[in-house]
């Protein structure tokens, strides 16, 4: 089992920045992809950015391309988001999630995550 914890969360008025950081241990972290997804109450969870086990590949959702940032550190056993200029919009639980993927592979899984945090809040005022 790979245990994840989010950390970082809080509130913050529109146009300012929070840092997630998403704690693994459990299982060889490098050995995961990372994902970050959000969801508000009622609906479901978005894949909103991703990275590959060697952080040679990145992925964002439109809605947060530009923004937000995500990137790990394999020595720390740990993946960031970095969000910047916040809207009202972005306020949501915020997951970080883990996917075991070959060694050389490259791939930013979308979905079939194995392992997710417990959530963090974000909340933007506007």
């Known amino acids: 089992q790979m245990q994840l914890v989010e950390s970082g969360g809080g509130l913050v008025q529109a146009g300012g920045s929070l840092r997630l950081s998403c704690a693994a241990s459990?299982?060889?972290?490098?050995?995961?992809?990372m994902g970050w997804f959000r969801q508000a109450p009622g609906k479901e969870r978005v894949f909103i950015a991703g990275?590959?086990?060697?952080?040679?590949?990145?992925y964002y959702a439109d809605s947060v391309k530009g923004r937000f940032t995500i990137s790990r550190d394999n020595a720390k056993n740990t993946a960031y988001l970095q969000m910047n200029s916040l809207k009202p919009e972005d306020t949501d639980v915020y997951y970080c999630?883990?996917?075991?993927?070959?060694?050389?592979?490259?791939?930013?899984?979308?979905?079939?995550?194995?392992?997710w945090g417990q959530g963090t809040q974000v909340t933007v005022s506007s």
């Open positions: 990275i590959s086990r060697n952080a040679a590949r990145i």
């Open positions: 999630a883990a996917k075991f993927v070959p060694l050389g592979a490259t791939v930013i899984p979308t979905s079939g995550y194995d392992y």
């Open positions: 459990g299982r060889p972290f490098s050995s995961y992809a």
